[in-house]
């Protein structure tokens, strides 16, 4: 289970007994959605948007989808290769479904989103971490992938700009880990919601090599990039084969994604997209900010991501385990974070940070963290 959830409700219990919290933990945009995506909304319940529509998606916003991934990874996209769900959670839940089984194998990042291990194993696939080393900037040993990979492997997971430790896969990872999907018949899963949370560099997406598009559930959604976590509203572009299976678990489990919603997606893919580099410029002064922050406390080192919003700080030298940590952060200093360990046993020694609140409140939690921190014994 996302442990963001857990703490969430652990730290307004703390604040329902009076006592103050920062919150680090959850990983939302504390922006507003922009103005005219609620008024789409609005204006579409006006005129009655609110029966069930298409299953997989109505078809005006999966062509915008199709559109706005066609212009970003430069390669044809098929509106009828597109299924819009209620956020992009539920795509990890019916793609995997849809395509592991038991005795297959399926790779995926650690630490990373707990969601992968968990469905993969689920399904009662055989999930096989691949660890993010902080020492290769949070990427992982391309040739330690390469070694994980048997006649069993079905898919590959990948997420970059990667939560929960900001760091982003380069062009040339992404070549060498599309020619081993295509070489060894792999599908690769690659959550790219946080693809426009991007500090250096430039956004790259494994879609854009050739063939790729084909093998890969490109993974999206509408809750990073315009502030929309709880309109629930996210898609992939899957192969062409998936999309039959990935429909009828739609059918059966939601029926349809709400029409109102949808045309609120097509007013936020078509609309102004002005408030995007605004957001994503104040992103970036926070994260210097804690990351600065945090280096400057004695025990603590953090490393400075390249994307999302998340800083995975390690705390090895503070004598705690991860859970430890986010506990006594919480109680003694009134901040929720998440432990590294929520996502995988690599991320052990490590806390996960949301920077997703303003920088007044950021400089709280790195006072109250630095002061919480130096009441711990000292360390031989
Ligand atoms: C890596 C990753 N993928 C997917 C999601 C899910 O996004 P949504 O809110 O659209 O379901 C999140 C949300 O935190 C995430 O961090």
Redesign the pocket.
């Known amino acids: 289970m996302?442990s963001?959830f857990k703490v969430l409700a652990q730290a307004q219990a703390l604040e329902a007994k009076g006592k103050s919290v920062v919150h680090l933990e959850i990983?939302?945009p504390d922006f507003d959605t922009p103005r005219h995506i609620s008024e789409a909304a609005f204006e579409a319940l006006k005129k009655g948007q609110t029966h069930y529509v298409n299953a997989q998606g109505i078809i005006p916003l999966r062509k915008e989808i199709a559109k706005e991934m066609e212009k970003t990874r430069g390669v044809p996209v098929d509106p009828d290769c597109v299924i819009v769900t209620p956020?992009?959670?539920?795509i990890?839940f019916y793609a995997i479904l849809a395509l592991l089984q038991r005795g297959d194998e399926a790779i995926y990042p650690d630490p990373g989103?707990p969601?992968y291990e968990s469905m993969i194993r689920f399904t009662g696939a055989r999930p096989v971490p691949i660890p993010l080393r902080e020492e290769l900037d949070f990427s992982f040993d391309i040739n330690e992938l390469a070694s994980k990979i048997t006649p069993k492997t079905r898919m590959i997971i990948l997420?970059s700009p990667?939560?929960p430790t900001g760091g982003v896969l380069t062009k040339d990872e992404l070549r060498f880990i599309a020619d081993l999907a295509k070489k060894n018949e792999i599908t690769v899963f690659s959550?790219e919601?946080?693809d426009n949370m991007l500090y250096e560099g430039e956004s790259f997406s494994i879609t854009s090599y050739p063939g790729m598009m084909d093998r890969t559930i490109l993974?999206n959604?509408?809750?990073?990039t315009y502030a929309m976590?709880g309109w629930?509203?996210?898609y992939a572009v899957v192969p062409k084969e998936l999309v039959d299976p990935i429909v009828k678990l739609i059918v059966n489990s939601v029926s349809c994604t709400p029409a109102f919603i949808q045309h609120a997606g097509i007013a936020a893919l078509t609309g102004p997209q002005d408030s995007v580099p605004v957001m994503v410029e104040e992103f970036r002064r926070r994260r210097d900010l804690i990351v600065s922050g945090l280096n400057s406390i004695p025990g603590i080192s953090c490393l400075s991501p390249r994307g999302?919003f998340y800083v995975f700080p390690n705390i090895k030298k503070l004598g705690m385990s991860s859970a430890e940590a986010a506990d006594y952060l919480l109680n003694e200093a009134g901040v929720a974070t998440l432990s590294g360990a929520a996502f995988g046993i690599y991320g052990e020694g490590y806390l996960r940070l949301s920077y997703a609140n303003s920088q007044e409140n950021l400089r709280k939690a790195l006072d109250r963290i630095r002061e919480a921190v130096a009441k711990l014994p000292a360390k031989k």
């Open positions: 996302e963001a990983g939302e956020g992009a959670k539920p990890m989103f969601i997420n990667h939560n959550d919601v946080y993974l959604g509408f809750s990073k976590t629930r509203l996210g999302a």
